[in-house]
């Protein structure tokens, strides 16, 4: 059975930082690409950062310079570094394996207070 269990998210001012864990089980956590998304209210799903298995990692705009993807795949662990954060931030953070297969962790949720 796949379970992806994210942690870390929170309440934070703005200019604050959380550090968001996505531990994974029942897959073989190295050959996957590890994806964090997120959903704000009223919006659609989006990509958030991604780091495939070959460490190559990509962010959408704008989180570039803000937030860091890092993997350790002795821990089967993908994790989110978010600094200098802003309202426009606050969603709901889902962790993403894909390989030949998609799975989703339940979602943790980030609000940044103004």
């Known amino acids: 059975q796949v379970q992806l269990v994210e942690s870390g998210g929170g309440l934070v001012q703005a200019g604050g930082s959380l550090r968001l864990s996505c531990a994974a089980s029942g897959i073989i956590f190295s050959i996957y690409s590890m994806g964090w998304y997120r959903q704000a209210p009223g919006k659609q799903r989006e990509l958030v950062a991604s780091i495939a298995r070959s460490g190559y990692v990509n962010y959408t705009g704008s989180v570039k310079g803000r937030f860091t993807i890092s993997r350790d795949n002795a821990k089967k662990t993908v994790y989110l570094q978010m600094n200098s954060l802003k309202p426009e931030d606050t969603a709901v953070y889902y962790c993403?394996?894909?390989?030949?297969?998609?799975?989703w962790g339940q979602g943790t949720q980030v609000t940044v207070s103004s």
């Open positions: 993403n394996a894909a390989f030949n297969a998609n799975y």
